[in-house]
């Protein structure tokens, strides 16, 4: 009988937190060429509804204390704010010249935003949800994804048009140096301890690991056709590279800086990726099939795909795993920052 | 219950955008991957929606308007040979290959633009944010594109009937004297930039949503198809005046009637209906003529001596491109020399001067 009572106990508990999922946590899913966001609900996997953002969504991301998520709409020149656990709007911030990909550095200072369009970097002072333009970098061409180091002193900025990678001082805000790297390069990854800065080729079939210290190639990593995005899988050791031409998710082991696995079989246009707070879904957005697609990390197979709208870019889980592999989670961060405060 | 129309539109959104990823994926990003293009792949995704619409708006327009011009004939013609450039012209306006050639030769020059414009403190106008929670509605927000851009349109299509280098591109659409459903898209390549680059700037700054940007020209093109139709199709008096309608616009082809503008010896001939969607702005602007009854179409210099000059327009695609810009550089050159004859002389040394 008791542990019958025991049993129906853990089984209420657990109705009980898929429950509390299932209302509180949401999938937001940014559809860059409709202009609207996609809510789903992260524990059911059905479509919540979906809303009207501003013009070309691409990325999102946490303020540093995580009370707002932020969706940078390119075209429209700026960001709309949502409740990070229900994906409702909450505000928006006007004036923020296309937001294509957004970053904050890990000492919360700087607000930095890749123009993609207008061929330039804008560097934002941030304090407490307000943000003051202090530079305006131009960077050509086509500047696309970053990286910054643990330190706060460098962000990494990759250039996809002149095929190379910018390094950008933030105490400065100059541009310390750029190099060439290979064919149309997209997002940047700095393993622990910021000592290889991956760059994922699009234009390519592969990874290449720089040493930003000597500015120097170590290695091509071969992934699959047309590396694009990185994604942490939040256990110190690997990375996640999404391939959007060969429709694939490659697993690269960042200490031997080799490929140990692939996830195949996946939707069109692989690119941003989330990872549950328990490590088992990773959630992709199929840029080129209006979906996004759930794997099943321990068999590393599709086993959902759920409709959205059209380009299906940005992605962000309310529940999800350490993003970054250089730098500690936010939380630990915003408790960092507000102790050196 | 579903709306059936609903139905229709979710299924027809699901094939095309199913047939969109099928296409790119299986013939288009090969392509620009070998070709080490990767960095437009965005772009080239957007371009094969353009091209499905456009296909798919070709066959509905066909389908529909077709049937019509074959059962309710307007003009009796004793062949459709003269028709078969315009369909040539349709394709390569409505299959995207003119936005193509504006992205790969504008594009940079529109982002410069824009940046010097942002840098300058100068935003987009974003129309459909004046008043959130109403000009955001996918509907209130199209309406309101739709009638800002065919207000430009009617301005637009003044200019091009009105600046004489201009209206010698423009004369290509004119020439055609046997107006049928592929009419429409009977324009010079470089007309076609122009136009193109203008409502894609306009777009930009006034904010048009992407997706809303494909629907407005879908519709517009659509309705413009009907317009040129060669049948009898009455809109009855209010329709008239609502929406450009097949009398109203066939009128503004007419020879020596509808679309002279001022082009001949600088001297204002007629010219009306140069409404684009809406035959509002020539209400307005009192150049709408709804009461005059049809005549032939055409340009009257095509016309043998006396009405005309017998001036050749070319029956071919190379030859009407090649004599529109001829036309074009006659006119330059008669402008510049008609300058310099009327520049003030100076007198002879000694003269008096009054």
Redesign the interface.
């Given at each position: 009988m008791r542990k019958f009572l025991i049993g129906f106990m853990a089984l209420l508990t657990h109705i009980g937190l898929a429950q509390a999922q299932s209302l509180d946590d949401v999938v937001v899913v940014l559809d860059s060429?409709?202009?609207r966001i996609t809510l789903i609900n992260q524990a059911t996997r059905q479509t919540i509804g979906s809303f009207?953002t501003g013009?070309?969504p691409h990325h999102l991301m946490a303020t540093p204390n995580s009370q707002d998520l932020i969706v940078a709409n390119a075209?429209?020149?700026g960001l709309l704010l949502l409740n990070p656990k229900t994906g409702q709007p909450i505000g928006s911030v006007p004036?923020i010249?296309?937001p294509y990909q957004i970053g904050f550095s890990p000492d919360h200072r700087w607000f930095v935003v890749n123009c993609l369009?207008?061929?330039?970097v804008d560097i934002y002072r941030y304090d407490q949800g307000k943000f003051q333009l202090t530079r305006?970098i131009p960077l050509i061409a086509?500047p696309s994804h970053m990286a910054f180091t643990a330190d706060s002193k460098t962000v990494y900025i990759s250039l996809?048009?002149t095929n190379s990678v910018a390094a950008i001082d933030l105490l400065t805000q100059t541009v310390l140096w750029t190099m060439k790297v290979g064919?149309?390069p997209a997002g940047l990854w700095l393993t622990p301890g910021d000592k290889t800065l991956l760059v994922a080729l699009?234009?390519s079939d592969a990874v290449v690991a720089v040493d930003p210290r000597t500015r120097t190639i170590l290695k091509r990593i071969v992934t699959g056709?047309?590396a694009h995005n990185f994604r942490s899988m939040a256990d110190g050791r690997h990375v996640l590279v999404s391939n959007?031409?060969s429709n694939s998710i490659s697993i690269l082991d960042m200490d031997t800086l080799t490929k140990v696995g692939d996830i195949t079989g996946l939707r069109?246009g692989p690119d941003d990726m989330e990872l549950s707070a328990d490590r088992r879904w990773l959630w992709v957005t199929f840029?080129?099939?209006?979906s996004v697609g759930v794997i099943d990390m321990t068999t590393r197979q599709l086993v959902d795909v759920i409709p959205v709208g059209?380009?299906p870019h940005g992605i962000y889980l309310s529940d999800r795993a350490p993003f970054y592999d250089n730098l500690p989670p936010l939380s630990k961060l915003a408790q960092r920052v507000a102790a050196a405060h | 219950m579903i709306n059936p129309l609903d139905w229709i539109s979710h299924v027809t959104s699901l094939l095309v955008g199913e047939l969109q990823t099928w296409i790119f994926v299986t013939q288009v990003q090969p392509v620009l991957y070998h070709f080490h293009l990767m960095v437009d792949d965005d772009f080239a995704y957007d371009g094969v929606l353009w091209f499905l619409a456009g296909l798919l708006q070709i066959a509905v327009v066909y389908a529909v308007l077709r049937p019509l011009e074959a059962l309710r004939p307007l003009e009796i013609w004793p062949n459709r040979r003269a028709v078969r450039v315009d369909v040539l012209y349709t394709f390569i306006n409505r299959l995207g290959l003119i936005n193509l050639v504006l992205f790969f030769t504008l594009q940079p020059l529109f982002d410069s633009l824009q940046e010097w414009l942002r840098l300058r403190g100068i935003d987009n106008i974003n129309l459909d944010m004046l008043w959130p929670g109403v000009t955001d509605r996918p509907l209130v927000a199209f309406l309101i594109y739709f009638i800002v851009l065919d207000f430009a349109g009617y301005w637009y299509h003044r200019a091009q009937h009105q600046i004489q280098w201009w209206w010698e591109l423009h004369a290509v659409h004119h020439s055609q004297r046997q107006l049928s459903l592929w009419a429409d898209d009977r324009n010079h390549l470089l007309d076609n930039v122009l136009m193109a680059a203008f409502f894609a700037a306009l777009a930009l700054l006034i904010g048009v949503p992407p997706t809303q940007f494909v629907a407005l020209s879908l519709v517009s093109g659509a309705l413009q198809s009907l317009q040129h139709a060669n049948t009898r199709l009455s809109f009855g008096w209010l329709g008239e005046r609502l929406l450009v309608s097949p009398r109203f616009h066939r009128l503004h082809h007419a020879i020596g009637y509808g679309h002279e503008l001022g082009h001949q010896n600088n001297a204002r001939l007629y010219g009306c209906n140069f409404g684009v969607l809406l035959p509002w702005w020539d209400v307005l602007f009192r150049s709408a003529d709804f009461t005059t009854p049809l005549q032939p179409t055409g340009v009257r210099a095509q016309l043998p001596a006396p009405d005309g000059l017998g001036e050749d327009y070319g029956d071919g695609f190379w030859a009407q491109q090649w004599l529109a810009l001829r036309r074009m550089a006659r006119r330059i050159a008669q402008r510049t020399t008609a300058r310099t004859t009327d520049s003030p002389r100076k007198p002879p040394s000694g003269g008096q001067t009054a």
């Open positions: 060429g409709d202009a009207a013009k070309e075209v429209s020149n004036n010249p296309d369009r207008l061929n330039r305006r086509l996809q048009e064919e149309t699009t234009g056709k047309a959007r031409v069109p840029r080129f099939a209006r059209k380009s | -």
